[in-house]
């Protein structure tokens, strides 16, 4: 039985500018800060709670009745309760019938329950349209107007028209939506907020592993060493030398670890003949976490400018240079200008520059109100060529700087090669494969993969299963 005969009527698109009443179930603190900006949006606001007497807290312009009362006066209801308490909906299954019912709940846990919070009020109340959204935005935020940062609406639903309407509804508020799909990805929004930074999670585990690694290596080589075969205390390359060493190899590698995986992807495609075909589970991931490696490569490539620019302040480089003249003095004898040396060093400070310059804009184009300005063709060309003249840049200048003593044995301590040496081994092996290999042979056919033809017979069933299974 449909209580309200207007429910029907509701539920078609509104076309005039009057905005439909919308219901929130529960008068706690993200009912009472969504409620407070629907009304700013405009849009007439009920409350069902369980007591009806209106406190302060509640926007004045907000009516606060009975549960039932309350959601027969709209066709959407959010509901601002815990999933716990979804219980005493179940008496109100008639009134909520063929209603759009929208949740927002989160939970204190991944994957706290066996079905999302959303399937469960799906399967609590068979006859309303549940559409899930809004968890991922903080009543905080909503209240103070803070949302910068999270603009982001994630919405999921079974019922399209449904959807739409909160996506309606999302929009007039200022927000931007993002469709999901079904309530099948529930799971993964509620999860969402609970991770944090998800898509940073493995960049930063890797960066601080490698830090570390590169770190231990440079107080064996470079102290205890020093300290053991020449009796000379360095101990206080500590607090610069060593990390003035350590970021721009971290920088490097990390750079290089941006574009290896497409070089990976453009052999699995090759070697299939087609690009029909899942990458593997560690390829996808680390595809998708390429922007993080990037911008933890630019934070270490800029702390290695700041390192070298404070050098000239240090009581080390004042002591060295000192050396040098006194010893010239003493010998009264004028070294004349090494013009090799001279060029070198211009050579490689320059290669550093051009490659910071490029590590810079391919940092600030990654950023999302760049990106959204530009096409995915200007995207990819920076981010794709301007990032391998950066990676080709960056490996230059380490190679100039270091190169004249790779191959002396100072370069080699306990047999264990210089760390300049290690960073070289990831990106001249991505700079090789690419512009040795794929570059000049292979472009073309794995451009013609890309662009969807078929060289291997033996995947076009699959590709045809592939088709059909998204179909289904
Ligand atoms: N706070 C936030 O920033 C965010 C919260 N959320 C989600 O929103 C939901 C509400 O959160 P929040 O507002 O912070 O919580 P509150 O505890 O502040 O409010 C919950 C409200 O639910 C109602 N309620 C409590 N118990 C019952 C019950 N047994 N039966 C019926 N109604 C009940 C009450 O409303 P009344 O007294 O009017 O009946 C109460 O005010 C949660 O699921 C949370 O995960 C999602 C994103 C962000
Ligand atoms: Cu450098």
Request: hydrophobic letters at 45%; glycine letters at 6%.
């Amino acid at each position: 039985m449909n209580k309200n005969p207007s429910n029907t009527m509701a539920l078609a698109p509104n076309t005039s500018n009057k905005r439909e009443t919308v219901c929130i179930f529960g008068t706690g603190d993200f009912g009472r800060a969504l409620g407070h900006k629907m009304i700013q949006a405009g849009y007439p606001v009920v409350y069902g709670s369980r007591s009806t007497q209106i406190s302060n807290l509640i926007p004045k312009d907000a009516e606060v009745l009975g549960h039932a009362e309350a959601a027969q006066k709209a066709a959407i209801i959010i509901l601002a309760i815990q999933r716990q308490h979804y219980n005493f909906l179940t008496p109100l299954a008639e009134v909520l019938r063929g209603k759009v019912l929208v949740d927002i709940s989160n939970n204190l846990k991944l994957n706290q329950y066996a079905e999302s919070n959303a399937e469960h009020l799906a399967q609590l109340l068979p006859g309303s349209k549940v559409v899930k959204a809004f968890n991922t935005v903080s009543a905080w935020a909503l209240q103070s107007g803070t949302l910068d940062a999270s603009r982001q609406v994630f919405v999921c639903g079974d019922d399209v028209e449904a959807k739409q309407m909160v996506m309606n509804i999302v929009r007039a508020l200022g927000l931007t939506p993002l469709d999901k799909g079904s309530l099948l990805a529930a799971q993964e929004i509620e999860n969402y907020p609970l991770q944090l930074f998800p898509m940073w999670r493995f960049p930063m585990y890797l960066s601080l592993g490698l830090t570390a690694f590169f770190f231990f290596y440079c107080v064996a080589l470079d102290i205890i060493y020093t300290y053991i075969y020449e009796k000379k205390n360095f101990s206080f390359f500590i607090a610069i030398t060593i990390p003035n060493r350590v970021c721009p190899v971290m920088a490097l590698i990390l750079l290089a670890l941006v574009y290896l995986p497409g070089i990976f992807a453009a052999i699995i495609q090759l070697y299939r003949g087609t690009k029909y075909g899942r990458f593997p589970d560690w390829l996808d991931k680390w595809m998708l976490c390429r922007k993080q490696l990037g911008l933890i490569a630019l934070a270490f490539a800029s702390l290695h400018v700041v390192l070298t620019l404070v050098s000239p302040r240090r009581a080390f480089t004042k002591w060295k240079t000192g050396k040098g003249i006194i010893s010239q003095v003493l010998n009264n004898k004028t070294e004349p200008l090494d013009h090799t040396n001279a060029w070198l060093s211009d050579s490689y400070l320059a290669l550093g520059i051009l490659g910071f310059f490029l590590f810079v804009l391919l940092g600030i184009t990654s950023l999302p109100s760049i990106s959204n300005n530009v096409n995915w063709r200007e995207f990819r060309f920076v981010q794709s060529k301007l990032g391998y003249l950066a990676l080709i840049l960056c490996t230059a200048h380490t190679l100039v700087y270091g190169g004249k003593w790779f191959l002396s044995p100072s370069a080699y301590k306990w047999y264990l090669p210089n760390i300049y040496i290690l960073s070289l081994i990831v990106p001249c092996a991505v700079l090789v494969v690419k512009f040795v290999l794929i570059f000049p042979c292979i472009d073309k056919p794995l451009t013609q993969i890309r662009q969807g033809w078929e060289r291997n017979p033996k995947y076009a069933k699959q590709t045809n299963y592939i088709i059909n299974k998204s179909a289904v």
